[in-house]
């Protein structure tokens, strides 16, 4: 550790991502010569390829703008690199490097030959034009392009693209390479997307959480649920959780959070979906809309008691007093949607309050895992139904689900970050030794 620190000098993102495997991987290698030998745990903390390019643009005003845009190609060794791409002011090159490096475990846990990386610009998409989004998106895949392929690299969405962006994103790279290719996942149905895709990674995070709570025999039903954000993964995790006869009490964004003590049900969260896809309005409007309902500026919604709490927004959002509160208020489960939400100092709180918590690149998995079967159905040439695609996803999330206990059961409670970190590393170390040193 002391090495990535001293390699990466700021990056507290990734030093942090790296931390939390490392703990576990040492302990399961330590009597394992062969990874010693091959100095695998070294390798796999530095990224294949790091690109960072200019991307200049003109908004609607004719100023020139500049943003700065990165593809962070992490570890190939199991498929070609995949991985979402990120609009955010927020996003460094350390960002971009945590969530290609968690990208490499979660791949490998959907049991799909998919690889890790990760892609983004400092660009923010609030408050600009269709026609600025559109400018930006084709001189960000202007660059892009050379470095990506169906066989090489495939991004997706992320934080700041959806599917307004990556239709932008598609059509510049057909135009530039006269090519109809799955380069790009969580495409239009109209354009080669696969039914499912925009639900995946919520519902996929209910179901993980679903498969913790069975293991222990308790279920969705009746309990109450806490989530943040508002965005793809907050709006479709409050649909399963609802569905399953659960109820959520909060959803926010970077202003703030709404507290709806009736619960959000389907019609608030069409109503939350449209505000956010469409009018591209702020959470705050959700209290205005809905007797009842509270907003709180500048809060997080950690301190609103609870069963059941999904961060489905931003990396290090919820610390370690907020997961004292969690507990504290009798929380049973937590289950990530977004990439690394909680700080180190929190999971431990989790891990020491013997709770079941499951990590994002296990709890989240669900998303790309979609995005491999839209890889898969383009290859083939064909859509398989919405029927299909949800058994599918189901039956990925148990697998994965599975897989973690495996690796992380210790009587009767299971360390779902272990076991999703050994599970995940095993499969992409096992490659790499397969390919010597390279
Ligand atoms: P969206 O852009 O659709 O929504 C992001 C949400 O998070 C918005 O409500 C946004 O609020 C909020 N948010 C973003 N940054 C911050 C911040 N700094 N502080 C507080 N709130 C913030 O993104 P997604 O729903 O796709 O992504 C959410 C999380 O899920 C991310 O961590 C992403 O990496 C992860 N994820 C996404 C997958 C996918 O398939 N889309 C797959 C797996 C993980 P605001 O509008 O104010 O910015
Ligand atoms: O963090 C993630 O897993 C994503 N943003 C989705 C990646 C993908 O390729 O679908």
């Known amino acids: 550790m002391e090495g990535v ?28 010569e062969e990874y010693h030998e091959a100095q695998i745990l070294r390798r796999i903390a530095e990224p294949e390829r790091v690109v960072s390019f200019r991307v200049c643009w003109e908004d609607d005003n004719h100023n020139i703008r500049v943003q700065r845009g990165w593809r962070v190609q992490n570890n190939n060794a199991i498929g070609p690199y995949k991985g979402g791409i990120r609009f955010h002011p927020s996003v460094t090159e350390s960002v971009l490097k945590f969530l290609a490096f968690e990208q490499t475990f979660k791949n490998s846990l959907t049991g799909l030959p998919m690889g890790g990386g990760k892609g983004g610009a400092n660009f923010n998409p609030r408050g600009k034009s269709d ?32 599917a307004r962006e990556i239709g932008y994103m598609f059509g510049q790279y057909k135009r530039i390479t006269n090519r109809w290719e799955g380069v790009l996942t969580g495409k239009g149905m109209e354009y080669g997307g696969s039914q499912m895709r925009p639900e995946a990674t919520g519902y996929g995070a209910v179901y993980f959480l679903q498969n913790m709570l069975k293991h222990s025999g308790q279920e969705i039903e009746d309990r109450t649920a806490v989530i943040s954000g508002s965005g793809n993964v907050a709006t479709h995790a409050a649909e399963k959780i609802t569905q399953l006869g659960g109820k959520v009490l909060t959803l926010s964004d970077s202003g703030g959070f709404i507290h709806d003590p009736d619960g959000i049900d389907q019609e608030k969260i069409n109503w939350v979906k449209e505000l956010k896809t469409v009018r591209r309005g702020r959470i705050s409007e959700y209290a205005d809309e809905f007797g009842g309902a509270t907003y709180h500026e500048g809060e997080r919604p950690w301190n609103v008691k609870c069963d059941l709490a999904l961060p489905c927004a931003t ?11 969690l507990v504290g208020n009798g929380v049973v489960a937590v289950s990530e949607g977004a990439n690394m939400p909680t700080t180190l100092d929190g999971v431990k709180v989790f891990h020491d309050a013997k709770i079941m918590y499951g990590p994002g690149k296990a709890a989240n998995a669900g998303g790309v895992a979609v995005s491999g079967l839209e890889m898969s159905q383009n290859s083939e040439r064909i859509s398989w139904n919405h029927e299909r695609l949800g058994e ?12 973690c206990v495996e690796y992380g ?30």
Request: aromatic share 8%.
């Open 315 to 325: 990396q290090n959002e919820l610390n370690e007093d907020e997961a004292k509160t």
């Open 392 to 403: 599918m996803l189901t039956e990925l999330m148990e697998g994965i689900h599975g897989k």
């Open 409 to 438: 059961e210790q009587g009767k409670y299971v360390d779902y970050v272990k076991g999703a970190n050994i599970a995940g590393f095993k499969k992409v170390a096992d490659a790499m030794l397969a390919f010597g040193v390279v």
């Open 131 to 162: 026609s600025e989004v559109m400018r930006f998106c084709q001189s960000f895949m202007t660059e892009l392009y050379r470095h990506i392929g169906p066989d090489t690299d495939v991004p997706a969405g992320d934080i700041g693209v959806g």
């Open 5 to 32: 620190q001293r390699r990466n000098p700021g990056q507290t993102e990734f030093i942090q991502a790296v931390q939390e495997v490392a703990q576990d991987i040492f302990d399961f290698i330590e009597d394992k």
